[in-house]
Protein backbone atom coordinates (compact mmCIF):
# COMPACT_ATOMS: atom_id res chain seq x y z
CA UNK A 1 0.00 0.00 0.00
CA UNK A 2 1.46 3.27 -0.98
CA UNK A 3 2.20 6.09 1.64
CA UNK A 4 0.88 9.61 2.01
CA UNK A 5 2.15 12.32 4.35
CA UNK A 6 -0.31 14.92 5.22
CA UNK A 7 0.68 17.64 7.84
CA UNK A 8 -1.54 19.85 9.99
CA UNK A 9 -4.37 16.86 9.68
CA UNK A 10 -6.05 17.89 12.65
CA UNK A 11 -6.97 20.62 11.01
CA UNK A 12 -9.40 22.14 8.86
CA UNK A 13 -8.83 21.48 5.00
CA UNK A 14 -5.79 19.11 6.49
CA UNK A 15 -8.63 16.39 7.83
CA UNK A 16 -10.98 16.72 5.15
CA UNK A 17 -8.34 15.95 2.91
CA UNK A 18 -7.20 12.83 5.08
CA UNK A 19 -11.09 11.94 5.44
CA UNK A 20 -10.98 12.22 1.55
CA UNK A 21 -7.43 10.18 0.69
CA UNK A 22 -8.55 7.38 2.84
CA UNK A 23 -11.43 6.47 0.80
CA UNK A 24 -8.37 6.30 -2.03
CA UNK A 25 -6.56 3.25 -0.61
CA UNK A 26 -3.58 4.79 0.88
CA UNK A 27 -1.61 4.27 4.41
CA UNK A 28 -2.26 8.12 5.74
CA UNK A 29 0.81 9.20 8.03
CA UNK A 30 -0.72 12.28 9.79
CA UNK A 31 2.07 14.91 11.14
CA UNK A 32 0.26 17.65 13.77
CA UNK A 33 1.85 19.05 16.49
CA UNK A 34 -1.74 19.43 17.78
CA UNK A 35 -2.35 23.17 18.48
CA UNK A 36 -5.57 24.84 19.89
CA UNK A 37 -7.16 24.14 16.04
CA UNK A 38 -6.65 20.58 16.22
CA UNK A 39 -9.07 18.54 16.80
CA UNK A 40 -8.95 14.63 16.95
CA UNK A 41 -12.53 14.56 16.29
CA UNK A 42 -12.17 15.83 12.88
CA UNK A 43 -10.68 12.08 11.52
CA UNK A 44 -13.61 9.64 10.81
CA UNK A 45 -13.46 7.05 13.69
CA UNK A 46 -13.63 4.18 11.41
CA UNK A 47 -10.39 5.07 9.75
CA UNK A 48 -7.27 2.50 8.74
CA UNK A 49 -4.17 2.38 8.08
CA UNK A 50 -3.66 5.04 9.37
CA UNK A 51 -0.81 6.73 11.86
CA UNK A 52 -0.37 10.05 13.76
CA UNK A 53 2.53 11.50 15.26
CA UNK A 54 2.33 14.31 17.69
CA UNK A 55 5.34 16.87 15.79
CA UNK A 56 6.28 19.67 14.55
CA UNK A 57 7.36 20.34 11.02
CA UNK A 58 10.22 22.31 12.66
CA UNK A 59 11.82 18.69 14.19
CA UNK A 60 13.74 18.27 11.06
CA UNK A 61 15.79 15.08 12.12
CA UNK A 62 12.62 13.54 13.52
CA UNK A 63 10.69 14.44 9.81
CA UNK A 64 13.25 12.70 8.10
CA UNK A 65 13.20 9.49 10.07
CA UNK A 66 9.52 9.00 8.95
CA UNK A 67 10.07 9.93 5.11
CA UNK A 68 12.76 7.30 5.18
CA UNK A 69 10.39 4.40 7.03
CA UNK A 70 7.28 5.13 5.32
CA UNK A 71 9.00 6.12 1.68
CA UNK A 72 5.97 7.96 0.71
CA UNK A 73 4.92 8.90 -2.61
CA UNK A 74 3.16 12.40 -1.37
CA UNK A 75 3.40 14.97 1.52
CA UNK A 76 0.89 17.13 1.46
CA UNK A 77 2.03 20.41 3.23
CA UNK A 78 -1.37 22.07 5.37
CA UNK A 79 1.03 22.63 8.54
CA UNK A 80 0.32 26.31 9.13
CA UNK A 81 -0.29 29.25 11.11
CA UNK A 82 -3.60 30.59 9.12
CA UNK A 83 -5.38 33.39 10.95
CA UNK A 84 -4.77 37.16 9.97
CA UNK A 85 -6.08 38.71 13.18
CA UNK A 86 -3.58 36.25 15.09
CA UNK A 87 -0.66 37.21 12.76
CA UNK A 88 -1.07 40.62 13.59
CA UNK A 89 -1.48 39.92 17.40
CA UNK A 90 1.51 37.90 16.91
CA UNK A 91 3.90 37.60 13.99
CA UNK A 92 6.44 36.17 15.56
CA UNK A 93 4.66 32.33 16.12
CA UNK A 94 4.04 32.73 12.20
CA UNK A 95 7.47 33.28 11.34
CA UNK A 96 8.42 30.27 13.04
CA UNK A 97 5.72 27.94 12.53
CA UNK A 98 5.27 28.94 8.74
CA UNK A 99 8.85 29.70 7.35
CA UNK A 100 11.08 28.25 9.64
CA UNK A 101 8.87 25.10 9.68
CA UNK A 102 8.53 25.08 5.91
CA UNK A 103 12.28 25.12 5.69
CA UNK A 104 13.26 22.37 7.77
CA UNK A 105 10.65 20.26 6.55
CA UNK A 106 11.98 21.07 2.78
CA UNK A 107 15.58 20.05 4.47
CA UNK A 108 13.78 17.16 5.47
CA UNK A 109 12.34 15.79 2.55
CA UNK A 110 16.31 16.57 0.23
CA UNK A 111 17.97 14.63 3.07
CA UNK A 112 15.87 11.64 3.10
CA UNK A 113 17.23 11.47 -0.71
CA UNK A 114 13.76 10.07 -1.68
CA UNK A 115 13.94 11.02 -5.03
CA UNK A 116 10.43 9.96 -5.66
CA UNK A 117 8.86 12.14 -3.33
CA UNK A 118 6.54 14.84 -4.66
CA UNK A 119 5.82 18.00 -2.50
CA UNK A 120 2.09 19.49 -2.82
CA UNK A 121 2.24 22.68 -0.87
CA UNK A 122 -1.01 24.60 0.21
CA UNK A 123 -0.63 28.34 -0.20
CA UNK A 124 -3.00 30.89 -0.16
CA UNK A 125 -4.98 33.35 -2.58
CA UNK A 126 -3.71 36.48 0.28
CA UNK A 127 -0.25 36.45 -1.41
CA UNK A 128 -1.21 38.30 -4.13
CA UNK A 129 -2.69 40.94 -2.01
CA UNK A 130 -5.37 43.05 -2.50
CA UNK A 131 -6.85 43.30 -6.06
CA UNK A 132 -9.36 45.76 -5.89
CA UNK A 133 -7.89 47.72 -9.35
CA UNK A 134 -8.05 44.87 -11.22
CA UNK A 135 -10.48 41.87 -12.00
CA UNK A 136 -8.49 38.53 -10.60
CA UNK A 137 -5.13 36.90 -9.81
CA UNK A 138 -3.05 34.68 -12.14
CA UNK A 139 -0.43 32.30 -11.35
CA UNK A 140 2.30 34.97 -13.11
CA UNK A 141 0.76 37.68 -11.29
CA UNK A 142 3.73 39.23 -8.26
CA UNK A 143 3.19 39.02 -4.88
CA UNK A 144 2.34 41.23 -3.01
CA UNK A 145 1.45 39.90 0.72
CA UNK A 146 0.25 42.34 3.53
CA UNK A 147 -0.22 40.99 6.54
CA UNK A 148 2.13 38.73 8.50
CA UNK A 149 0.07 35.69 7.62
CA UNK A 150 0.41 36.84 3.62
CA UNK A 151 4.20 37.06 4.30
CA UNK A 152 5.04 34.18 5.80
CA UNK A 153 3.09 32.00 2.92
CA UNK A 154 4.64 33.79 0.26
CA UNK A 155 7.58 33.17 1.73
CA UNK A 156 6.96 29.44 1.84
CA UNK A 157 6.38 29.63 -1.98
CA UNK A 158 9.46 31.48 -2.47
CA UNK A 159 11.64 29.20 -0.60
CA UNK A 160 9.84 25.95 -1.95
CA UNK A 161 10.22 27.68 -5.82
CA UNK A 162 14.17 28.00 -5.00
CA UNK A 163 14.20 24.44 -3.88
CA UNK A 164 12.88 22.97 -6.93
CA UNK A 165 15.42 25.11 -8.83
CA UNK A 166 18.53 24.47 -6.91
CA UNK A 167 17.65 20.88 -5.73
CA UNK A 168 15.10 19.81 -8.23
CA UNK A 169 12.77 18.70 -5.42
CA UNK A 170 9.52 17.87 -7.01
CA UNK A 171 7.14 20.78 -5.78
CA UNK A 172 4.14 22.18 -6.75
CA UNK A 173 2.74 25.08 -4.97
CA UNK A 174 -1.85 25.33 -4.65
CA UNK A 175 -2.82 28.99 -4.08
CA UNK A 176 -6.19 28.61 -3.35
CA UNK A 177 -9.66 31.01 -2.17
CA UNK A 178 -10.92 31.25 1.40
CA UNK A 179 -12.31 27.55 2.72
CA UNK A 180 -15.76 26.53 4.16
CA UNK A 181 -17.06 23.52 5.36
CA UNK A 182 -17.43 20.75 7.97
CA UNK A 183 -14.28 20.98 10.91
CA UNK A 184 -13.45 24.63 10.21
CA UNK A 185 -12.68 25.90 13.98
CA UNK A 186 -14.56 29.05 14.79
CA UNK A 187 -12.61 31.82 14.61
CA UNK A 188 -12.80 32.40 10.73
CA UNK A 189 -15.72 34.33 9.20
CA UNK A 190 -18.35 31.74 8.29
CA UNK A 191 -17.91 29.85 11.57
CA UNK A 192 -18.15 32.46 13.72
CA UNK A 193 -21.65 33.31 12.15
CA UNK A 194 -22.78 30.25 12.65
CA UNK A 195 -21.96 30.51 16.08
CA UNK A 196 -22.61 33.56 17.46
CA UNK A 197 -26.59 33.20 15.93
CA UNK A 198 -26.57 30.11 17.71
CA UNK A 199 -25.41 31.15 20.87
CA UNK A 200 -27.77 34.52 20.31
CA UNK A 201 -24.76 36.88 20.22
CA UNK A 202 -24.21 39.70 17.49
CA UNK A 203 -22.51 38.79 14.53
CA UNK A 204 -19.14 40.98 13.97
CA UNK A 205 -18.53 42.38 10.59
CA UNK A 206 -15.74 44.18 10.08
CA UNK A 207 -16.28 48.05 8.77
CA UNK A 208 -18.90 48.04 6.43
CA UNK A 209 -18.41 44.18 5.63
CA UNK A 210 -18.08 45.32 1.52
CA UNK A 211 -14.91 43.37 1.49
CA UNK A 212 -14.57 40.75 -0.88
CA UNK A 213 -13.94 37.01 -1.14
CA UNK A 214 -13.58 33.80 -3.28
CA UNK A 215 -15.38 30.93 -1.53
CA UNK A 216 -15.01 26.92 -2.32
CA UNK A 217 -16.32 23.92 -0.43
CA UNK A 218 -13.23 22.12 1.14
CA UNK A 219 -14.73 19.40 -0.25
CA UNK A 220 -14.13 20.81 -3.68
CA UNK A 221 -10.71 21.64 -2.50
CA UNK A 222 -9.63 18.32 -1.56
CA UNK A 223 -10.40 16.76 -4.68
CA UNK A 224 -8.52 19.54 -6.29
CA UNK A 225 -5.47 19.00 -4.36
CA UNK A 226 -5.83 14.87 -5.12
CA UNK A 227 -6.34 15.63 -8.64
CA UNK A 228 -3.15 18.11 -8.37
CA UNK A 229 -0.82 14.90 -6.99
CA UNK A 230 -1.46 12.78 -9.85
CA UNK A 231 0.45 15.26 -12.25
CA UNK A 232 3.98 15.97 -12.50
CA UNK A 233 3.61 20.13 -13.26
CA UNK A 234 7.17 20.42 -11.11
CA UNK A 235 8.05 23.97 -10.09
CA UNK A 236 4.58 25.77 -10.86
CA UNK A 237 1.92 27.25 -8.86
CA UNK A 238 -1.94 26.47 -9.20
CA UNK A 239 -4.59 29.12 -8.46
CA UNK A 240 -7.70 27.08 -6.86
CA UNK A 241 -10.58 29.42 -6.85
CA UNK A 242 -14.64 28.64 -7.54
CA UNK A 243 -15.50 32.10 -8.56
CA UNK A 244 -18.46 32.29 -5.71
CA UNK A 245 -17.13 35.76 -4.88
CA UNK A 246 -19.05 37.40 -2.60
CA UNK A 247 -18.73 40.36 0.36
CA UNK A 248 -18.43 39.36 3.82
CA UNK A 249 -22.02 41.07 4.42
CA UNK A 250 -23.43 38.71 1.77
CA UNK A 251 -22.66 35.82 3.60
CA UNK A 252 -23.49 36.79 6.62
CA UNK A 253 -26.70 37.37 5.09
CA UNK A 254 -26.82 34.14 3.74
CA UNK A 255 -26.29 32.75 6.78
CA UNK A 256 -29.13 34.68 8.68
CA UNK A 257 -31.69 33.55 6.24
CA UNK A 258 -30.89 29.44 6.47
CA UNK A 259 -31.45 30.01 10.19
CA UNK A 260 -34.45 32.58 9.95
CA UNK A 261 -36.13 30.64 6.80
CA UNK A 262 -35.83 27.18 8.88
CA UNK A 263 -37.67 29.37 11.66
CA UNK A 264 -34.80 27.96 13.36
CA UNK A 265 -34.60 31.33 15.02
CA UNK A 266 -36.20 34.39 15.01
CA UNK A 267 -34.94 37.47 12.77
CA UNK A 268 -35.41 39.78 15.57
CA UNK A 269 -32.46 37.69 17.36
CA UNK A 270 -30.53 38.35 15.27
CA UNK A 271 -28.19 41.25 15.47
CA UNK A 272 -24.74 42.33 13.38
CA UNK A 273 -22.55 44.66 14.80
CA UNK A 274 -19.91 46.07 12.63
CA UNK A 275 -16.60 46.67 14.46
CA UNK A 276 -13.33 48.72 14.02
CA UNK A 277 -11.93 47.21 10.64
CA UNK A 278 -8.52 45.58 11.40
CA UNK A 279 -4.99 47.24 10.22
CA UNK A 280 -4.11 46.41 6.52
CA UNK A 281 -7.35 44.69 5.52
CA UNK A 282 -7.57 43.84 2.15
CA UNK A 283 -10.45 44.61 0.32
CA UNK A 284 -10.29 42.38 -2.27
CA UNK A 285 -9.38 38.70 -3.08
CA UNK A 286 -10.47 36.43 -6.18
CA UNK A 287 -8.81 34.12 -8.37
CA UNK A 288 -7.77 33.43 -12.18
CA UNK A 289 -8.35 29.39 -12.32
CA UNK A 290 -8.07 28.48 -15.65
CA UNK A 291 -4.95 26.92 -15.51
CA UNK A 292 -6.22 24.38 -13.72
CA UNK A 293 -9.42 24.05 -15.29
CA UNK A 294 -7.48 23.79 -18.63
CA UNK A 295 -4.64 20.66 -17.66
CA UNK A 296 -6.06 19.22 -14.78
CA UNK A 297 -9.93 18.83 -15.59
CA UNK A 298 -11.36 19.70 -12.60
CA UNK A 299 -14.03 21.96 -11.15
CA UNK A 300 -16.24 22.61 -8.10
CA UNK A 301 -19.01 19.85 -7.61
CA UNK A 302 -20.41 21.51 -5.48
CA UNK A 303 -22.78 24.93 -5.73
CA UNK A 304 -21.79 27.51 -3.14
CA UNK A 305 -25.47 27.43 -1.72
CA UNK A 306 -24.95 23.73 -1.48
CA UNK A 307 -22.04 23.41 0.19
CA UNK A 308 -23.14 26.32 2.94
CA UNK A 309 -26.30 24.46 3.56
CA UNK A 310 -24.22 21.33 4.58
CA UNK A 311 -21.70 23.50 6.44
CA UNK A 312 -24.44 25.16 8.42
CA UNK A 313 -25.91 21.37 9.30
CA UNK A 314 -22.68 20.03 10.24
CA UNK A 315 -22.23 22.61 12.76
CA UNK A 316 -25.72 22.46 14.28
CA UNK A 317 -25.02 18.87 14.82
CA UNK A 318 -21.94 19.19 16.43
CA UNK A 319 -23.86 22.40 18.67
CA UNK A 320 -26.21 19.52 19.60
CA UNK A 321 -23.06 17.02 20.74
CA UNK A 322 -21.85 19.28 22.58
CA UNK A 323 -18.80 20.45 20.33
CA UNK A 324 -19.44 23.75 21.83
CA UNK A 325 -22.19 23.10 24.50
CA UNK A 326 -25.67 24.56 23.91
CA UNK A 327 -28.60 23.01 26.16
CA UNK A 328 -30.89 25.28 24.39
CA UNK A 329 -30.17 23.74 21.38
CA UNK A 330 -31.86 20.80 19.86
CA UNK A 331 -30.77 19.08 16.73
CA UNK A 332 -31.82 21.05 13.44
CA UNK A 333 -34.56 21.94 15.27
CA UNK A 334 -33.37 25.47 16.21
CA UNK A 335 -33.50 27.01 19.80
CA UNK A 336 -36.01 26.21 22.47
CA UNK A 337 -37.41 29.61 24.32
CA UNK A 338 -36.20 29.45 28.11
Not at 156 to 173: N, P, R, V
Not at 280 to 291: E, I, Q, T, V
Amino acid sequence: MKSIIVTGGLGFIGSNLINFLEKKKYFIINIDKVSYSSNFNNINKDIKNYKHYRLNICDKNKISKIIVKYNPITLFNLAAETHVDRSIDNPKEFIQSNIIGTFNLLEAIRESKNKNLKLVHISTDEVYGDIKNQNKSKETDPYRPRSPYSASKASCDHLIKSYYETYGLKSIITNCCNNFGPNQYPEKLIPTIIYNIIKNKPIPVYGKGNNIREWIYVKDHCEALYKISKKNFYGENFNVGSNYIFTNLEIVKKIVNFFTKKKYVPKANIKINHVKDRPGHDFKYGLNSNKIKNTIDWKCKYSFDEGLDETILWYIDKFNNCFFKNKNFTKRQGLKND
